[in-house]
Nanobody
Framework: QTQFVESGGGLVQPGGSLKLSCAAS????????VGWFRQAPGKEREGVSC????????NYAGSVKGRFTITRDNAKEIVYLQMNNLKADDTAVYYC????????????????????WGQGTQVTVPS
């Protein structure tokens, strides 16, 4: 079964840090870009960050640039999102997704090119 499993979410105070993990199961990530997305209650899903299949290219939404870092370990088939200096506005369910992109690029737009999605992990930062 092809799936992603996210983990690492939780409750953290403003200014704190969390590290999310996204593990692939049932397929190899070698030719896939991976994106992190989030959805807060009552809001549309938005892109947070993405990383190319090789890890050489990363992109970030303006709201998280300088605070979040995306990395990947292809040997372990895991993608990470290190989140620092968390704010109340970061509260959301965070999802990872994979897009077949052997071209070495990625997009933070949560569009139809992302084929495989995880179930999400909740991140809560109280105001």
């Amino acid at each position: 079964q092809t799936q992603f499993v996210e983990s690492g979410g939780g409750l953290v105070q403003p200014g704190g840090s969390l590290k999310l993990s996204c593990a692939a199961s049932g397929f190899t990530m070698e030719y896939f870009a991976v994106g992190w997305f989030r959805q807060a209650p009552g809001k549309e899903r938005e892109g947070v960050s993405c990383i190319s299949n090789s890890g050489d290219t990363t992109n970030y939404a303006g709201s998280v640039k300088g605070r979040f870092t995306i990395t990947r370990d292809n040997a372990k088939e895991i993608v990470y999102l290190q989140m620092n200096n968390l704010k109340a506005d970061d509260t959301a369910v965070y999802y990872c997704a994979a897009s077949y992109r052997p071209d070495g690029d990625c997009t933070v737009v949560p569009n139809s090119e992302y084929d495989y999605w995880g179930q999400g992990t909740q991140v809560t930062v109280p105001s």
